[in-house]
């Protein structure tokens, strides 16, 4: 089996996580600076067997785009035109970067530790893709 890869996109950065190969839980892979994604991302699918991709879709609370969405739909064309045989998913995001710092959180981090935006984005990535496959499972 492929794995799924999850994109949580941001201006500066992107955060990065990925199914195991059996699609049986996520894990956060990285944060990479938002320039270098498809860079990163080439390199990856030519290790890894990725069989699709989630991206997170920035709504506000009444399902209006927020500031992040033309960027969201920007990475998402680029995304279909480097990568043409790999689907790509939109998946809501809201709440994710909170739960991804009440995660931290519960986790016991360090307060430096958690706020580090990078890790946040990883964390985020890895919320929205265990929720996408729990939804995929029913």
Known sequence: MSR??????GKK???IAVTDPLQIIATGL???????LISFLKKYFLQEEVELIVIGDPKNLDDSDTHATPLVKQ???RLEKEFP???IKKVDERFTSKMAKRAML???MKKKDRRNKRTVDEIAATIMLQQYMEEKSF
Do not use: A, Q
């Open 13 to 15: 950065r992107t955060g």
């Open 85 to 87: 045989k790999i689907p």
């Open 75 to 77: 990475i998402i064309k």
């Open 30 to 36: 990285t944060t990479v600076d938002s320039l270098e």
């Open 106 to 108: 519960d986790m016991g």
């Open 4 to 9: 799924i890869l999850c994109i949580d996109y």
